[in-house]
């Protein structure tokens, strides 16, 4: 028999805007967790992805942006279908592109990222690679506050993961996702929102 899950939201939770590219493992674990303190009101992607297959299952307005060729007029386009919801929050939760000017304009403060490494060490795409390549012993996860450049932006909050001898990338990516999953729900939990910024502990 089918069990279906309900999720019970105040009308006084913060208002959350998801942007994904890929599985949405971070999403489902955002989702999941919604109590009365954060409700995901939209996700977005830059293609069709399981991420928003995902949200259609859980009932939650989607839009896909497919990137453009003018990068501007894309940032406009993904600010646009932000904003139908007007969120407290913005969470990158494994968006594989760069926020830009027509985006930050409107949601710099209120937007933060989940990045698979302990930046400012291994910024970029391949952040799991760049770590095994290199030979750290110890690498985690950085939520940051999205600013105009890659991965730059002021730390929110980092967790580390141990390195582990003859570790995979997909290994060591799916030890790091299980952390980057509580730690991104634990934040959304506690954040506050002042004059259109998000605040954390
Ligand atoms: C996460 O590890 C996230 O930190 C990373 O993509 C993964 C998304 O996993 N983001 C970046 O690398 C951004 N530079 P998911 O699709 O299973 O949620």
């Known amino acids: ?31 999941d967790n919604q109590k009365d303190r954060y409700r995901v009101d939209i996700v977005v992607a830059d293609q069709i992805c399981p991420g928003i297959q995902r949200a259609k299952n ?30 407290d929050i913005v969470v990158s939760a494994g968006f594989m ?8 304009e409107q949601f710099e403060g209120r937007t933060i990222n ?17 770590a095994l390549d290199y030979g750290v012993k110890v690498t ?6 999205v600013d105009a450049g890659m991965d730059t932006g002021k730390i929110i909050a980092q967790r580390p993961v141990a390195v582990e001898a003859g570790d995979t990338k997909a290994e060591l990516h799916e030890r790091i996702k299980k952390v980057e999953r509580e ?8 954040a506050t ?8 502990p």
């Open 1 to 31: 028999m089918a069990v279906v899950k309900l999720i019970v939201v105040s009308d006084s939770a913060k208002s959350v805007a998801v942007l994904v590219s890929g599985t949405g493992t971070l999403l489902r674990s955002i989702l």
């Open 58 to 87: 859980a009932g939650i307005r989607t839009a896909v942006v497919p990137m453009e060729t003018n990068r501007n007029a894309w940032n406009d386009k993904l600010a646009a279908a932000v904003a139908a919801v007007n969120p």
């Open 97 to 104: 592109r760069i926020l830009g000017p027509g985006f930050l």
């Open 114 to 130: 989940a990045h698979p490494s302990l930046l400012p060490a291994f910024p970029g795409a391949h952040a799991v690679r760049d």
């Open 140 to 145: 985690g996860c950085t939520v940051h506050y």
């Open 183 to 190: 730690q991104i729900v634990e934040l959304l939990h506690n």
């Open 193 to 200: 929102v002042e004059n259109g910024k998000v605040l954390f």
